[in-house]
């Protein structure tokens, strides 16, 4: 990405990461620890009690189901034209978790006022261990080290104990 791109969208890296996402290409570790970083920021300053702005498109539990979530963009119209309100669980489970979290997240990075992201009860360690995130992770990124597994899942996590 060119320097003057940068200045001139401060969103590039976003809506590239985004674009990537969407067309089911998945995105490296570094991408990864970048969202997660973005939308720690993002998350730190929502308040505890998060207003929703309506009308709403509301979506639960995804457990990784990325196609689900494409499609679920393609009737309800994609983000910044439709508000959306996420009640949690976008892990374990299906096969594309990584792809999953990394959308919303990115989504809710980019477009705060309009992305809601609540906690399920599978944005945790614990679950995210026993349910297949783990796992899907030192698939998909061929590195079963403890510090790998700690850059995924615990930014994952860091991000989620953020979650109202």
Known sequence: MSRDALLN???AVLDGQISQLLSGVIVTEEEVKAICAATR???????????????????????????????????????????????????????????????????KARYPDRVTLLRGNHESRQITQVYGFYDECLRKYGNASACLWLSQIRGHCDCSDRLP
């Open 9 to 11: 969208n401060p969103h």
């Open 41 to 107: 920021e993002v998350l730190a300053m929502d308040p505890n009690v998060v207003p929703v702005r309506a009308p709403v498109t509301v979506v639960g539990d995804i457990h990784g189901q990325f196609a689900d979530l494409v499609e679920m963009f393609a009737i309800g119209g994609v983000c910044p034209s439709t508000n959306y309100l996420f009640l949690g669980d976008y892990v374990d489970r299906g096969y594309d978790s990584v792809e999953t979290v990394c959308t919303v997240m990115a989504l």
